[in-house]
């Protein structure tokens, strides 16, 4: 009897041992947010690029073959530096045929100004005649005028054998070239583009329709497209009254309020549109959840590491984001990822710098 006591109390032990402890509710990890006030609304982001203000369109001042090209895109030239040069034979012939018909005139200068003295001695001891004097002194002066246009004619020869070389104006950058070594071009014709680096703009296309509803107190944000933490703000200094027929875009020139020293010229750029606008609350998409036709997010208790849920009360969606009118505060934390699989009281583990 003492030993079915004993087994029987030895079962009940170890059927005491067998049940198992519950297994404690999982720490859920999830993504949230800090929620803060949104003061500006943003009007657009578009792509652009760096550019100089000043550009000069350069070409020469004689028409040729073009020998020599001296630089390329993107070389830094001072003033005065050689960037091409034309074949100068027929510059350097003109020159030699003005040099000679200046020569000949010179010899017949001499020869009238000898003539006219002679004249002069003559009539002075009374054995010249008056119209001889006469016939020496007016061909001195023809003489004296043919000088003067044949002198001329070999400064002006000298000035196109000049004009065979294009030189700089002024120091700049070199961002085109639209002829090639070997190409025959006409006087005038544009060669290479020089831009002036010293000061800088950014450039855009803004769609016509919004450039008409732009408000006063828009805001420029230039930014890198690269390393968008090099950014700075700009104003409108010119747009194009015309919209381009095939993108009904509106180009944009924007004049920089400090030009970091990453903005080089052609720096790819991305220009952000904004508006000050009444504060108010954002949040994604993924943050709701509807329920019963109400919509809501979960509060994450940063104390107690727990989420809750809250109504809110949303003024308008978009394809990625909703505005919130009230419901949450400035400063609580919301998930936003996830919001599916949580229960109230949840334990779950937070990001503390989760993005938005």
């Known amino acids: 009897m003492k ?193 002036r680096p010293d000061i800088k703009e950014a450039v855009i296309d803004l769609p016509a329709s919004l450039v008409d509803q732009l408000p006063a107190d828009v805001v420029f944000k230039v930014a890198l497209q690269l390393d968008p933490s090099v950014n700075t703000t700009a104003v409108v200094r010119e747009i194009e009254p015309q919209a381009q027929s095939a993108t009904r875009t509106r180009r944009s020139r924007l004049t920089l309020t400090q030009t970091p020293p990453t903005f080089r010229l052609g720096t790819a750029i991305s220009v952000t549109l904004s508006s000050a606008i009444v504060p108010r609350t954002e949040v994604p998409l993924s943050a709701l959840q509807e329920v019963d036709g109400q919509a809501r997010v979960w509060i994450v208790d940063p104390q107690a590491r727990t989420v809750a849920p809250r109504e809110v009360t949303v003024l308008s969606r978009d394809h990625d984001s909703a505005l919130i009118s009230s419901g949450i505060k400035i400063g609580e934390r919301v998930v936003s990822a996830g919001v599916n699989s949580l229960k109230p009281g949840q334990k779950v583990k937070i990001d503390e710098d989760s993005p938005r």
């Open 3 to 195: 030993r079915l006591s004993l087994l029987l109390c030895a079962g009940l032990t170890l059927g005491a041992c067998s049940k198992e402890e519950p297994a404690p509710e999982p720490v859920r990890p999830v993504l949230s947010f800090e929620v803060r006030a949104e003061s500006e609304e943003s009007l657009g982001r578009f792509a652009g690029s760096i550019q100089a203000r000043y550009e000069t369109n350069l070409g020469f001042r004689v028409p040729g073959r073009i020998a020599n090209r001296n630089v390329d895109v993107g070389a830094e030239v001072g003033k005065g530096a050689l960037l091409a040069t034309l074949d100068p034979t027929d510059q350097q012939n003109q020159l030699r045929s003005a040099q000679g018909d200046l020569a000949r005139v010179e010899a017949q200068w001499i020869n009238a100004q000898a003539n006219a003295r002679r004249q002069q001695q003559l009539f002075d001891r009374g054995v010249g005649a008056q119209a001889q004097l006469d016939i020496a002194q007016t061909d001195l002066k023809t003489t004296r005028a043919s000088l003067e246009q044949a002198r001329a004619a070999v400064n002006q020869a000298r000035d196109q054998l000049a004009y065979s070389e294009l030189r700089t104006d002024h120091g700049g950058v070199v961002t085109a070239w639209m002829a090639e070594a070997g190409q025959v071009v006409s006087a005038g014709q544009q060669v290479v583009t020089l831009a």
